[in-house]
Every structure is written in C-alpha cells, then in structure tokens.
C-alpha cells in the first residue's frame, strides 16, 4: 500500500504490478498453455484481491477468479478486476492479452487501467491518451476465433478493414491507441471484461455505450452483458444506425 495514493494511482500500480507477475510466470518456462493460463490467473489475482482489501477496505470487489459476494450490490464502490484478460493468448506466447483494474461508482466506471504487458504499457483513466486521426480505410476490430456477423455487417457498410485481435482489453485499447477505430462486440462479455476498458476509453474521449446505444451500468446482480460498442465518437452515430439495421433485418 502506498499513502496518499488516488484511486487511478491504485488502479494503474496494481494492474501494472499483475503484469509483472504475469510475464515472469510465462518466462519461467514451466507451463504452457492452458495451465499456464490457470496459474497467471491464480497468482495475479491473489496480489490484486490482497493488494486492494489492504488499500481500500470500505470498498466491494468483484474479481473473475473470486466467488462472487452479493453484498456488493448495496455499496457504492466496487472494485472490478479481471486479473488475466486473454488467457488463450497469454498461453501462446501473444501480446494482446491484458490486466484490468476497475472501480465502479454508482454503478458506473469511474476509474480504470489496462495493462499490455506484452508491449509494456499501461493505460489510464487518470492519463488519458489523446486521440490519434482516424485510420484510412477505417478498421474495425473482431475476435481471432468468432467475428460477430453484426460487426461484419457493420464493418462493409462503412468499408471498414476487419482486424482480428484476442482480449476485450486488448482490443479496447488498440481503439484508445488509434491502431483502430471501432470495437463492436455482441458476443456476451462479464463486468470484469469491459469495465476497465470503459473507464479508460471515456477518459480519452470516446464514445461507450450498449449496442442500442444506452449506457453500461456496473455492480449488477447479474454480472453478464449482453454487448459492448467502443469507437471514434463521430462514428458513433451510423455505427449505432448499422447495428440496429442488423437486428432489425434479423
């Protein structure tokens, strides 16, 4: 524990912190895959929870890797932690998996860092990133093993490059990062996977909501969410239009 530390300080110490755990955990080179995965999962997990309790102790937590506490649901702040985004991609020596550090305020995210210890960064609500020019063609980014057909749909009407890409967090950031320039994922995620996330892309700029537009809301009894929509903020509004088209079609 640091003294004096803001909650955004917190945040980004602790998932950069993870991290660090989580690439010497892979250099050892006594696990592989998926129980590689296993243990970066277990052993970040137990720093983040520990580090967090010390840190702030009036506060709830809600972690993947812990068993849930519904009394959580009657507190203000919640700590939201995914302490291995991209377990797949950590297994097979890939860089876009990700560390996400949440707090959540009222049910919304206020305070977020992702780490991308593959590439060494860690990314802020505290620090937000200022925004790079859109890319030409635009890019539109999808999972490596399941391209949603909304995104699909969406991405060749607005002659978009899909770029396939492993975590939630990852992907996010790539968007933060201006390495492209719309994330659309209707494939169910947990508060865990996109809370961070959020918090850090509202921060520097971008547009966040549901795919019908409405607001993300945390610290819910039920933790799964349906769907997500990170991008540019002047794209916001046909990206929205061409979603709902889809349903609508569908």
Known sequence: MTAGETDEQLAERLATAAGAILLDLRARGDLEGKALGQAGDQQANAMLCREIRSARPDDALLSEEEKDNPVRCGQSRVWIVDPLDG???????RDDWAVHVA??????????????????ITLTSGVPLPLQPANQPLRMLVSRTRPAAEAVFVAERLGAELVAMGSAGAKAMAVVRGEADIYLHTGGQYEWD???????????GLHVSRVDGSPIRYNNPDTYLPDLLICRMELAEEVLRLAAQYSSAG
């Open 194 to 204: 996109n809370c961070a996330p959020v918090a850090v892309a509202h921060a520097a």
């Open 87 to 93: 377990t797949r991609e950590y297994g097979e020596g």
């Open 103 to 120: 707090l959540a305020v009222d049910g919304v995210a206020a305070v977020g860092a992702v780490a991308l210890p593959g590439l060494d």
